[in-house]
């Protein structure tokens, strides 16, 4: 069983490229056309009520297929099945709306290493159609100065645990798991030299073997609701169990050793790559905007596509 202590034994102690367009989880869904601006026919591009039909919607007068909706679904989980196909459908508009700009164009690219056609094409219509300042010496260094406390070299902790394993959906063996951490932790409150003892006698964990030590951990080697627990914690037996998706720990940290703050020199690139990915973000969401508000768009209402093409 995993046990969420980011060690790496393949007995379970471990903790292609596609274009896509995000979308706002908070816009209006498919919203029915005024009578004057249906087609001919007089129907209604909406969504359907039936779950076996599919909103019709237009780019242009280009159709989105149910097919390509279809397709596009996995790719945008959601509590419902109309948010899941209008966050879909919003997608594919926009990939269209960026599509049909490029054959205006008549962008003839190359693709490079791991680029699909549509992908370099975009890349190449976005580089030419939105200018983008990148940020300067100043910029980044004025980022540093308000923002220092984020520029830290992660903590470091040497570890011991013993998992009381229990299946995250079995409320009774969790139960169960929970008392039985109480005693053993009553245990080592009384005599914490047991640790290693009552390691192997009860971990599921492999690092049994070693009496529960697990060595050095990091930040990003556990599963993210351990590390959050684990991280705070003070040198010593720590006094509850940490609950995870695999059950109880119990915790005894060895050493701790604190973050650094680190130079500027040292994380210049990642303030200067996170400026420039931030203008970026801001200055394609105002060019889908563009886009969107210059388009004969129906079957679909978008309030603004505040969210950016991602890559």
Request: aromatic share 6%.
């Amino acid at each position: 069983m995993a046990c969420g202590c980011g060690g790496s034994t393949d007995d379970g102690c471990s903790g292609g490229a596609r274009l896509d367009v995000d979308v706002p989880v908070d816009a209006t869904l498919f919203e029915e056309l005024p009578p004057e601006e249906r087609p001919e026919t007089g129907e209604a591009l909406l969504i359907a009520s039936s779950e076996q039909e599919w909103p019709r919607v237009r780019v242009n007068g280009v159709e989105i297929v149910p097919q390509a909706i279809a397709q596009e679904l996995q790719y945008h989980p959601a509590a419902s099945r109309d948010e899941a196909v209008y966050r879909a459908v919003q997608a594919l508009v926009l990939r269209e709306l960026l599509q049909q700009r490029i054959g205006e164009l008549g962008l003839v690219v190359r693709t490079g290493a791991g680029e699909s056609e549509e992908e370099a094409a975009t890349r190449v219509l976005i580089e030419r159609e939105v200018p983008l300042p990148l940020a300067d010496e100043s910029a980044c260094r004025t980022y540093y100065e308000g923002n220092a406390q984020r520029f830290f070299s992660a903590p470091l902790l040497a570890v011991r645990h013993i998992l009381l394993a229990s299946p995250a959906d079995d409320p009774e063996t969790r139960s169960l798991s929970r008392e039985q951490a109480l005693e053993l932790l009553g245990q080592l409150a009384q005599v914490p030299q047991r640790f290693a003892e009552l390691a192997a006698q009860h971990s599921a964990c492999p690092s049994k073997a070693q009496g529960g030590a697990l060595g050095q951990i990091s930040k990003g080697q556990t599963v993210p609701e351990f590390e959050r627990q684990l991280f705070r914690l003070p040198q010593g037996l720590c006094g509850q169990p940490l609950e995870s998706r695999y059950g109880f720990h119990l915790v005894f940290v060895d050493q701790r050793i604190e973050g650094q703050q680190l130079p500027y020199d040292a994380v210049a690139g990642s303030i200067r790559a996170e400026l420039n990915q931030r203008v970026w973000q801001i200055g394609v969401s105002q060019y889908l905007q563009n886009l969107v508000g210059a388009a004969s768009i129906e079957g679909i209402h978008l309030q603004g596509t505040e969210t950016p093409l991602m890559q």
